[in-house]
Structure formats: structure tokens, C-alpha cells
């Protein structure tokens, strides 16, 4: 069985995923079910009772003196799904054709962790867009997002579930808690969903809790800090970027450093990414001196 787990707080355009979900679950040869955890605490009743007959509507149980935490939700749908196979998908979230059969498919062969593609439902190239690998030949991730995840349940036993201590970048633990434990993820381009990423004040805001968690990333996994600067640079160059500030006061050029990575993302927005990037930093020092 394939329970498809939505996590939902407030987004009133859950309805529309559910209806596109629920017509991908429909036809798959083997019984599915949809399980969403909502945190709305009552406001999106209506769209459960819309969706009765195909979805399985939890309220979230939230807990007095803790905030409510996108890992806290995710390990509460999986408790609560039946399927051997688990399936991932957000709110708001629209699926391009045959994207659950697609994304599923390779666990049926053996795989144990499959991950597929988001693109930015205002065209052009999001923020936080996964570029997809070349299809030649399997690529397995070193880490990726749940917005767009499958797995078989006995993997996410083995590693625990999610840690609910982190409010940003379960994600990423969960992924480097995989690979450590020898799983691996494999990369699915064609099976793609759509999100709206938000305004780009949501996006700032994002950006500096992504970097607080990344820093909070590192101190729980120390060893893989020795390869931060090949495999995660962004988590160096910015913060230290920031703090070299002051050496504008002797060195006026010191800024046009950025030049470098504004050329580089020249196709993307090179404002944008910037914004993106250096918000990001202020986020790891922040996180780097406890606030």
C-alpha cells in the first residue's frame, strides 16, 4: 500500500493538490490512501469535508509550550499512514502528470529512497528550483528537500523518523541520516511537482532560518565540516563575507568581491541570488553567536 502524506497549516490551496493528488492515487494498480496532518485547528474542516471519501483528515495534537514544527508533522502522518510506502507532497503543491507513478515506480525495482523535482509555479527559475541531473545514468542525492519524497517505511524506522528538534532542516538530517546509515537516494527528474516559493519577503525570511538551521546541520553532524568548503561553500563564503565588511572602511573594492557570484547567476537574477545568499549568511551568524 502507498499512503501519501500532505502536511497542511493554513493553506487554503490544499484543496486543489488533493484534487490532483487524489486523481494520480486513483490510478495506480496497487491501493493507496492520502493522509493529511493539518495544524489549522479547525479552519480547513471544509476541504476535508470535500475530500472525505479519499482522504484520511488528522488533526494535528499540538503540544503546550512548543511550537508547531514541520518534522513534528511529518513523523505524525507517517504514524498514522498504513502504507508500506510513504509518499511526500506540501499544500499547494501542483503534480505534473504521472509524477506519483513516476516517483514510486523505482521502489517497486528496489530502491529504497526516491526524489523528485520542484520548479517554481511562476515559470522561470525559482529560488529554490532542483535542477534535475542528467538522465544517462542514476544520480543519487547527497541530500534533498521532503516536498517532493518517497520511501519505503523501513528506512524511516531505521533512522528514527524526522528530529523534531529542528524547526528548518529536518529535511537535510533526515537525508545525511540516510546516507549514513547506507541508504541511498535516488534521483527522479521526470516525476515533478510546481510550488509558489512566496513573495520575496517570505523568501528573505526563508533564506536566514535556512542558514541558522545549516549551522545547527553542522554541529550536530561535526564530521562533515571537513568538506565544507567543497560541498557547502555558501555556509563559509557569506558569513565570512559579512564579517570582512569593515574592510571597506581601507579597501573601497572590497564589496565588488560579489561581482564574481553575481556573474555566475547572472540567468537567475543576480540581485535576487545575492539577496538570497547574503540573507542566508546573516542567518548563520546569527545562529553562530546564539541568537
Aim: net charge positive; aromatic share 8%; charged share 20%.
Amino acid at each position: 500500500m502507498i499512503s501519501i502524506v500532505v502536511i497542511s497549516k493554513d493553506e487554503p490551496s490544499l484543496d486543489d493538490t488533493l484534487t490532483r493528488v487524489g486523481a494520480q492515487s486513483r490510478n495506480l494498480a496497487e491501493p493507496s490512501e492520502i493522509v493529511v496532518v493539518d495544524a489549522s485547528e479547525g479552519r480547513l474542516d471544509y476541504i476535508g469535508d470535500r475530500h472525505a471519501a479519499m482522504v484520511r483528515w488528522v488533526p494535528f495534537q499540538h503540544i503546550p509550550g512548543r511550537p508547531i514544527s514541520i518534522p513534528h508533522q511529518r513523523n505524525t502522518g507517517v504514524t498514522k499512514a498504513l502504507g508500506d510506502i510513504i509518499v511526500f507532497i506540501d499544500a499547494g503543491c501542483t503534480p505534473a502528470n504521472d509524477w506519483l507513478s513516476r516517483l514510486v515506480s523505482p521502489l517497486h525495482a528496489g530502491e529504497r529512497v526516491t526524489s523528485g523535482v520542484a520548479l517554481s509555479s511562476c515559470g522561470g527559475q525559482g529560488l529554490y528550483d532542483q535542477q534535475a541531473p542528467p538522465m544517462e545514468s542514476p544520480v543519487y542525492l547527497s541530500e534533498c528537500s521532503t516536498i517532493n519524497l518517497a520511501f519505503s517505511r523501513m528506512v524511516f524506522d531505521a533512522v528514527g523518523g524526522f528530529d523534531e528538534g529542528f524547526a528548518y532542516g529536518s529535511d537535510v538530517d533526515f537525508s545525511w541520516r540516510l546516507n549514513d546509515a547506507g541508504f541511498r537516494i535516488l534521483s527522479v527528474p521526470d516525476a515533478v511537482i510546481t510550488h509558489d516559493w512566496g513573495t520575496w519577503r517570505r523568501q528573505m525570511r526563508r533564506s536566514y532560518r535556512y542558514g541558522k538551521a545549516r549551522l545547527r546541520l553542522y554541529r550536530k553532524h561535526p564530521r562533515r565540516l571537513k568538506h565544507v568548503l567543497r560541498t557547502d561553500p555558501m555556509v563559509v563564503v557569506y558569513p565570512a563575507f559579512l564579517l570582512g565588511l569593515p574592510l571597506t572602511l581601507v579597501f573601497p573594492l572590497y564589496p565588488a568581491l560579489l561581482l564574481i557570484p553575481a556573474w555566475r547567476n547572472r540567468s537567475r537574477g543576480a540581485v535576487r541570488v545575492l539577496a538570497d545568499h547574503l540573507t542566508f549568511g546573516l542567518g548563520v551568524l546569527a545562529e553562530l553567536v546564539g541568537r
